[in-house]
């Protein structure tokens, strides 16, 4: 879908807006992939619809991975994962999915899992939800 000169200046603005400080409210940071995109619309959208349409299918394999006890392809999944948090500023679980990481590594602290799997959910359900209405996704 082609969008307007106009649409496209408005979702610039927005970005802008939303890799300013002062929003803190919204349930993501963009100013890191604004950045590393130089500006360029189309290679952060691409980073967006990206992270929209393939976080709930790792965020359920991730799941899956702890249900089963899969401690190898669970360790495997959030360390693969941590990075496409980091590009649309998803930084306030960033302990969280370290200690998941470890803890599944190291198969220790089993008990605390199930919380930082759903930390994680919670969290990226709320991303995701933000970015669909923001982005019109």
């Known amino acids: 879908m082609q969008r307007s000169i106009r649409t496209i200046e408005i979702i610039l603005i ?28 189309l290679f952060v959208q691409s980073i967006i619809k990206q992270f929209v349409t393939e976080a709930p299918l790792v965020i359920e394999k991730i799941d899956t991975d702890y249900k089963l006890q899969n401690w190898d392809d669970l360790t495997f999944q959030v360390h693969k994962f941590a990075p496409n948090l980091a590009f649309v500023g998803i930084n306030d ?12 590594k190291k198969q220790i602290h089993l008990t605390k899992i199930p ?8 969290r990226c359900e709320l ?6 209405r923001d982005f019109e996704l």
């Open 127 to 132: 991303a995701v939800s933000s970015l669909k």
């Open 93 to 104: 679980i960033k302990e969280e999915m370290i200690d998941l990481e470890i803890f599944s």
């Open 14 to 41: 927005f970005l802008n807006m939303a890799t300013d400080n002062q929003h803190k409210s919204l349930n993501y940071d963009l100013t890191y992939l604004n950045e590393l995109s130089s500006g360029d619309f």
């Open 115 to 122: 919380q930082l799997v759903d930390i994680l959910k919670k």
